[in-house]
């Protein structure tokens, strides 16, 4: 697979298209299994609470794959990523009910490199508040 943008199709300020990320209690637990991250914040609302969590939130690197979706979905290529990197600034709660929590994510090119390369800063939101800092992803263009 290759990357299916174009280098020179491409402008800084350019905006990929947003997405929406929904987490449930079940996507935490499937996430423990694939990952062996089995952290109680995850998946026990009391140990949450008692460690001074508002309630269960999601895992840091699932977030954090999450927001890249909108990069890969853009290049069409996940091997296109050369670079990534985030800090973690909120965590993401996923209340027990019908709706859980929601991942928003939303991203622009904000360099072009050498090498056909661009710099792709994201944002990443859920409740309103913004739960990844420093974002950014270097992609390699067609």
Sequence with gaps: ???????ADVEVGTELPAASFPVTRATL?????????????????????EVGLPDVIAHG????????????DWVGDPGAVVEYGVRFTKPVVVPNDDRGGLIEVTAKV???????????DLTATSAGQKVLGMSRAVVALA
């Design 29 to 49: 637990v499937r996430y423990a299994g694939a990952s062996g991250d089995f952290n109680p914040i995850h998946w026990n609302e009391k140990f949450a609470k």
């Design 110 to 120: 904000a360099a072009k490199l050498e090498d056909n390369r661009v710099r792709v």
């Design 61 to 72: 690197m699932f977030t954090m794959a999450e927001a890249i979706r909108v990069v890969t």
């Design 1 to 7: 697979m290759a990357a299916q943008i174009q280098y």
